[in-house]
């Protein structure tokens, strides 16, 4: 067998889900985001068929605030980081080996951007902790920058990957080999730039998702949506490449004290037998989530406020990262 990176719609042994835990970093937005995050964790625990959901709390205090609001079946893991977003510093867990392979990437804070105590050693923490063997690579790839189609097929954006400030001793040629020799992928499909205001730079997570084999989402912009010359050209190379694009609402300007946050549909967190998406308040929540019911029918869809979660920048899909089951 190969190394290969299952596609997020396959089965799942757990997952895990960061826990806000430090209050000098979530303020007033702390509670509110904490309730969110269990009410994420919950639907997917709801969902069953095996898979296991894990709070990752940083701190002693975080970690009884999570059991205390979490409830039965969910389970509560004392770790440090620095902040919730596991999908970028948890480990990403290949298959194809005689036991599934915990990839542990550089992280660098999202360029340099946020350099938080601990979120540089979760990931090989968290695969240790499960017995998982590690192989450290002398890159740096967050989770979120990609997505896989289970077929060979990685999409990622320009904006992130060529950034600079991430990798820039590797040339688009060069990232493509290691794309291909650690996660066992075959093509890459390069979208342009992410969504504005982001300060991953462009994570195409909250850009683009594939929900089957040759066949990605992206969102049709709303009136006046400030990032509709983005979701344009992100469809228009999808369909250049020959993929099937699945056309999914734009929950459209959301903003946050008069600015434009990088609120989107697309962060979602597909588990073993339930979707759950984020919610903004915005007109087009509800269509949202009746277009993720097209596109999965074998599973629950549930939606989730997060307003308070994308406060810190992300959502859903940014706390989370799945193991896949071996």
């Known amino acids: 067998?190969?190394?290969?990176?299952?596609?997020?719609?396959?089965?799942?042994?757990?997952?895990?889900?960061?826990?806000?835990?430090?209050?000098?970093?979530?303020?007033?937005?702390?509670?509110?985001?904490?309730?969110?995050?269990?009410?994420?964790?919950?639907?997917?625990?709801?969902?069953?068929?095996?898979?296991?959901?894990?709070?990752?709390a940083a701190d002693a205090e975080a970690a009884v605030a999570a059991e205390a609001m979490a409830g039965p079946g969910i389970s509560v893991e004392l770790a440090r980081f620095g902040d919730i977003w596991l999908r970028d510093t948890a480990p990403l867990v290949v298959t194809g080996e005689a036991r599934p392979i915990a990839l542990d990437f550089r992280f660098n804070g999202w360029g340099?951007?946020?350099?938080?105590?601990?979120?540089?050693?979760?990931?090989?923490?968290?695969?240790?902790?499960?017995?998982?063997?590690v192989r450290a690579q002398d890159w740096i790839?967050?989770?979120?920058?990609?997505?896989?189609?289970?077929?060979?097929?990685?999409?990622?954006?320009?904006?992130?990957?060529?950034?600079?400030?991430?990798?820039p001793f590797l040339?688009?040629?060069?990232?493509?080999?290691?794309?291909?020799?650690t996660l066992g992928i075959d093509r890459?499909?390069?979208?342009?730039n992410?969504?504005?205001n982001d300060h991953t730079d462009g994570h195409v997570d909250n850009l683009a998702r594939f929900v089957g084999p040759g066949r990605i989402a992206v969102p049709v912009p709303t009136t006046d949506d400030p990032n509709e010359a983005v979701y344009r050209d992100a469809a228009a190379r999808a369909r250049a490449f020959g993929l099937e694009v699945v056309e999914m609402p734009s929950p459209g300007a959301v903003l946050?004290?008069?600015?434009?946050?990088?609120?989107?549909?697309?962060?979602?967190?597909?588990?073993?037998?339930?979707?759950?998406?984020?919610?903004?308040?915005?007109p087009n929540d509800d269509a949202a989530l009746?277009?993720?019911?097209?596109?999965?029918?074998?599973?629950?869809v549930a939606g989730f406020r997060a307003d308070h979660v994308l406060t810190g920048g992300g959502s859903f899909h940014c706390i989370s990262q799945q193991m896949p089951a071996s």
């Open 256 to 282: 946050r004290d008069g600015e434009i946050v990088p609120a989107s549909y697309m962060n979602f967190y597909i588990g073993n037998s339930a979707v759950v998406a984020p919610l903004y308040g915005a």
């Open 194 to 196: 992410g969504l504005l």
């Open 112 to 133: 340099g951007k946020y350099d938080l105590p601990g979120d540089d050693t979760i990931g090989r923490d968290l695969a240790e902790r499960r017995r998982l063997p």
């Open 1 to 56: 067998m190969s190394i290969r990176f299952p596609a997020e719609w396959e089965p799942h042994a757990w997952v895990w889900i960061g826990f806000p835990s430090h209050a000098e970093l979530w303020q007033e937005d702390l509670d509110e985001a904490r309730a969110e995050v269990v009410d994420f964790a919950r639907a997917v625990h709801a969902g069953g068929k095996g898979e296991e959901v894990v709070l990752v």
């Open 290 to 300: 009746e277009a993720l019911r097209r596109i999965f029918p074998d599973r629950t």
């Open 171 to 181: 040339s688009r040629e060069q990232i493509e080999e290691r794309l291909r020799a």
């Open 141 to 167: 790839l967050e989770g979120g920058a990609i997505d896989m189609d289970g077929a060979g097929l990685l999409v990622t954006t320009e904006q992130c990957l060529l950034n600079p400030n991430r990798n």
């Open 188 to 192: 890459v499909l390069w979208l342009g």
